[in-house]
């Protein structure tokens, strides 16, 4: 996948169409009740980042948002108003051919979506479809939830240029406020990707396998509260360690996501930091320390 460009007054014109518009005629499979049939990981086979003619040099860049109840807010700001930062930022920044795939994640114990996996797109039509098509649950029990569905797709249903041909690593963010399950079982592996006879899965083996090909981080959302609790920041910590960033405010996420991706490609923090609103300057520059990039 990966066809046409990202246009910055393209996406202006989507921007401006939905400030007329509900969630659930942004978001079309809400009015369904159901995931996307295009975002269905039964029996996925790949999804692939592929260089062309017009992108010689793709790099995959992956969101898997949490869509359960007290997270829907995210992808909707994403679509309405973080795309053109996001995808603006890095290409400003050196990051000429970025592929961008939206997919999107809950609880594998208990709802009836918890994985719904995207395409990695370049066209400002193509990346702007992708998030919205999104189903926005709402569904996730108490805790934790299943970012770990996260690793096991780009793991085992990715298949990335930037990789397999420069051993250039992706880039992998789940965002949530949660902590993960630890474990994806046999019946739950059948039944949404329909495996005919998997073995259960620990995350800690799946987040290895993904950070083969990825740089995996978790941005973990703390609603602006500030403090979250121990049980959170510890789980993550110890799974990521400086790539587990937490984040007070989820209008902040594209920037953050954008400005990792550019740096980390050979960007310059502070030129970036300097060149953003006041309000996104100290929690930007924060999340930025604590990565020691």
């Known amino acids: 996948m990966g066809y046409g460009k990202w246009s910055s007054a393209e996406y202006g014109r989507y ?98 979506a918890p994985l719904q996996l995207g395409q990695f797109e370049s066209s400002t039509q193509l990346v702007n479809d992708g998030l919205s098509r999104l189903w926005l649950e709402g569904g996730g029990g108490d805790a934790p939830e299943s970012y770990l569905l996260a690793w096991h797709a780009a793991a085992r249903h990715t298949s990335i240029d930037c990789w397999e041909k420069r051993q250039q690593k992706g880039f992998l963010f789940t965002v949530g406020d949660d902590t993960t399950h630890t474990v994806l079982e046999i019946p739950q592996l059948m039944k949404i990707f329909g495996y005919e006879r998997p073995q259960s899965e620990r995350a800690t083996d799946l987040l290895a396998e993904a950070q083969r090909s990825y740089h995996v981080f978790h941005i973990n959302l703390d609603h602006g509260r500030g403090g979250q609790s121990a049980r959170v920041t510890d789980q993550w910590y110890d799974l990521l360690g400086k790539r587990a960033i937490t984040l007070t405010d989820h209008r902040k996420i594209g920037l953050l996501v954008a400005t990792i991706v550019a740096v980390m490609s050979g960007a310059d923090a502070d030129t970036i930091v300097k060149n953003q609103a006041t309000d996104a300057r100290r929690e930007l520059s924060d999340a930025l320390n604590s990565l020691a990039l």
């Open 15 to 112: 921007r401006t169409s939905y400030a007329s518009r509900r969630t659930d005629d942004i978001f079309t499979a809400n009015r369904h009740g159901r995931i996307d049939p295009r975002l269905d990981p039964f029996r996925v086979g790949m999804r692939e980042s592929r260089d062309s003619a017009e992108h010689p040099a793709t790099l995959a860049v992956s969101l898997y948002l949490d869509v359960t109840g007290s997270m829907g807010m995210v992808p909707e700001d994403m679509v309405r108003n973080q795309l053109g930062g996001l995808m603006d930022t890095m290409i400003g920044q050196g990051v000429t051919s970025p592929q961008l795939m939206f997919s999107a994640v809950g609880d594998h114990r208990c709802d009836r």
